[in-house]
């Protein structure tokens, strides 16, 4: 099975990539956003680990754990933010070897919004980054997220920097001009993908 680690920062257009992989394509996507949110739905000790880490606050009126609250939280406190995810990551890739276990896929795309960060290049046979500058990045949070620019930026920097990001990848899909341009070079990354 060959696996590709994809990743992007903020508002880069990874989202749009990897649905284009899987509804034109057909491609298997394994979300790490989804998985995250499944290892402490209601009921789940991964939860019951939040709360008891962080409090009662933290669950929301139906149950769900509250991501603003955990958020805010984490924000500002990087001691927070680990401990946070010592009880996420482990259960996330838990998830994802249960998958890979039992996929019969030739193909496997891993949609990892923090790849880099989490340092997990080492798991996947091929990196592929989609990019687009810091500053082209915040005008689409403004404009597609109502963001304030400060708050735009925030989240750009509370990233790993492009350049890391870049230096980690074996392929880059470049967003910049446009939706047609971005669809041809994913399209041009699937081809070669299905020809596992």
Not at 30 to 36: I, T
Not at 42 to 66: R, Y
Not at 136 to 150: E, K, S, T, Y
Request: overall charge negative.
């Amino acid at each position: 099975m060959y696996q590709v680690g994809l990743t992007g920062g903020i508002a880069a257009g990874k989202s749009t990539v990897v649905q284009r992989l899987h509804r034109v394509h057909g491609l298997r996507v394994v979300d790490a956003d989804h998985l995250a949110r499944q290892v402490v739905a209601p009921g789940t000790d991964g939860l019951a680990q939040v709360v008891q880490a962080f409090g009662p606050e933290v669950v929301a009126a139906d149950g769900t754990m509250n991501r603003q609250v955990v958020g805010e939280k984490i924000f500002n406190n990087p001691e927070a933010r680990s401990m946070l995810e010592g009880i996420i990551h482990p259960r996330i890739q838990a998830a994802r070897d249960r998958i890979i276990a039992s996929a019969s896929e030739r193909v496997l795309i891993h949609d990892i919004p923090l790849l880099i960060e989490t340092q997990m290049q080492d798991q996947f046979d091929e990196i592929v980054v989609v990019h687009c500058p810091a500053v082209i990045r915040v005008q689409r949070l403004i404009n597609d997220r109502g963001m304030r620019a400060q708050e735009a930026w925030q989240r750009i920097n509370a990233q790993i920097s492009d350049d890391e990001r870049l230096q980690a990848a074996d392929t880059v899909i470049d967003n910049t001009k446009g939706i047609a341009e971005l669809n041809a070079q994913t399209d041009a990354l699937a081809k070669r993908l299905l020809q596992y």
